[in-house]
């Protein structure tokens, strides 16, 4: 299984999203407030974007665990304090 990180991200209230192709398909990786706050410096007042470019690499490894261990339902993977 192939899995390529597009480096195309969106960040809301919630959560961030970023995309990954999956055998010719798009995979929404969606990683809640609390998986960054897991990682967020908490003497720095950092947002969502920040704390996520930060540890990109890191939420890209997860994502391709949970891909590679079918953890895709409809499209969507999602990345919680769990995964951390």
């Known amino acids: ?15 961030v999203t970023f ?3 999956v055998n010719n398909q798009t995979v929404a990786c969606i990683v809640s407030t ?8 908490p003497d720095d007042e950092m947002d ?3 704390v996520f470019l930060d540890h ?6 997860i994502a391709e665990g ?6 895709v339902v409809d499209g969507e993977l999602h990345i919680n304090r769990g995964e951390m």
Do not use: R
């Open 66 to 71: 949970l891909i590679l261990n079918h953890k």
């Open 34 to 41: 609390t998986a960054l706050d897991e990682l967020a410096d």
């Open 1 to 15: 299984m192939d899995v390529d990180f597009t480096g195309e991200y969106l960040v809301n209230d919630q959560d």
């Open 56 to 61: 990109q690499y890191k939420f890209e490894e």
């Open 48 to 50: 969502a974007e920040s």
């Open 19 to 21: 995309y990954a192709i």
